[in-house]
C-alpha cells in the first residue's frame, strides 16, 4: 500500500478511535466556560507554503503530500463547506482533526496550537469526526468474493501459506485518562483503547474493532460485530492468521506453542511459514 493510502486508511481508523473516546473520557464533561482564549500560531500556514514535510511528520504522521490527499477526500465528502469568508478554513480543521488524533492528547492542545479557541476547536474536531466516520463505511469494508481471490494468492506468494484471506491483531493506543476511568486501563498500565483490525496482504484495513484497554485481543474478537458474521466473507476452507494472543477455531489460525515447536520441525515449519504471513499485520 503507497503512503497516500496509508495515511488515508490511517485517519479513518483515527476516526474511529476518537469516536469512541470522545464519548466515553473527560472530555464529554465540559467544565463551567471560561473566557474564551486563543494562541497566534502560523507554522501550519507557514508549513503549506513551503515544500518541507518535518511539520506533517510531527504533527500529523503524515507527509505533506498525503495530508493534502485526505484533505481534498474529507473535502469531497463535506456536504456544505465553510463559507470561504470564515476564520478557518476546511483545510485548517482537517489538520486540527489530526492533530488531535495523531497526539493522543485532549482536543486543548491541538486548537491551541493552530490557534483556534477551545469552544470552536471542540466543534471542528466533531464536525470532521462525523465525515471521516462516514467515509470509513466506504474505506474499510470485508472483501468480495472476487478480492478474496486475489487476497489469497498475495498472502500465498509472501510466505506460501494456503488458504488465508486475511491477518487480525490488536493495538493499544493510548489515550488521556477518562474522567470515569475504571476499565480503560491497559494491561501496560496506562489509559488506552483496543484496536483491532483485519487486514489484508497489501495491509488495507478490511475490518476494525474497538473496546476499552482493559479487553485482551480474544475478548475483543469475542465481541466484535464481523466475528458473528465471518462465515459470510470467508469461503469454507480458508482462514484468517491470528497470533498466540487468540484462540485456535474454524476461521482462524494461530500458531504451535513454543514448547510444541520445540518437538516437532513440521510445527517449526509452520509457525515460520505463519509468522511470515501475519507480520504484514505489524506496521498497520
Not at 503530500?65 to 470561504?84: C, G, M, N, Q, T
Request: net charge positive; proline share 6%.
Amino acid at each position: 500500500m503507497d503512503d497516500i493510502s496509508a495515511a488515508i486508511i490511517a485517519i479513518v481508523v483515527g476516526a474511529c478511535v476518537s469516536a469512541v473516546v470522545v464519548a466515553a473520557d473527560k472530555r464529554g464533561l465540559r467544565q463551567p466556560p471560561g473566557p474564551p482564549m486563543t494562541f497566534p500560531a502560523r507554522a501550519f500556514e507557514e508549513a503549506l507554503r513551503t515544500p518541507g514535510t518535518g511539520w506533517f511528520r510531527k504533527k500529523l504522521r503524515c507527509d505533506r503530500k498525503s495530508f493534502l490527499r485526505i484533505y481534498e477526500l474529507v473535502r469531497a465528502s463535506w456536504r456544505h463547506e465553510p463559507d470561504p469568508n470564515c476564520k478557518h478554513k476546511l483545510i485548517k480543521r482537517v489538520a486540527l482533526t489530526m492533530m488531535y488524533l495523531a497526539q493522543g492528547g485532549t482536543m486543548d492542545p491541538a486548537a491551541s496550537a493552530l490557534g483556534i479557541s477551545r469552544s470552536r476547536g471542540v466543534v471542528y474536531i466533531n464536525e470532521t469526526l462525523v465525515v471521516l466516520s462516514a467515509m470509513a463505511r466506504k474505506f474499510v469494508v470485508m472483501p468480495s468474493a472476487d478480492e478474496t481471490a486475489v487476497i489469497e494468492e498475495g498472502f500465498f506468494a509472501t510466505a506460501g501459506f494456503p488458504g488465508t484471506v486475511g491477518a487480525v491483531d490488536g493495538t493499544l493506543v493510548r489515550i488521556a485518562r477518562p474522567h470515569d476511568f475504571e476499565g480503560w486501563y491497559c494491561r501496560k498500565n496506562f489509559p488506552a483503547v483496543n484496536v483491532q483490525a483485519i487486514v489484508d496482504h497489501c495491509g488495507l484495513f478490511r475490518s476494525i474493532s474497538i473496546r476499552s484497554g482493559s479487553n485482551n485481543d480474544q475478548s475483543l474478537w469475542n465481541g466484535s460485530a464481523v466475528r458473528k458474521c465471518l462465515s459470510s466473507f470467508i469461503p469454507p476452507g480458508k482462514h484468517l492468521v491470528a497470533d498466540a494472543g487468540y484462540k485456535i477455531w474454524g476461521h482462524m489460525l494461530t500458531p504451535f506453542s513454543e514448547a510444541d515447536a520445540v518437538e516437532d520441525r513440521r510445527k517449526r515449519v509452520y509457525n515460520l511459514a505463519h509468522s511470515r504471513t501475519l507480520m504484514v499485520v505489524d506496521p498497520t
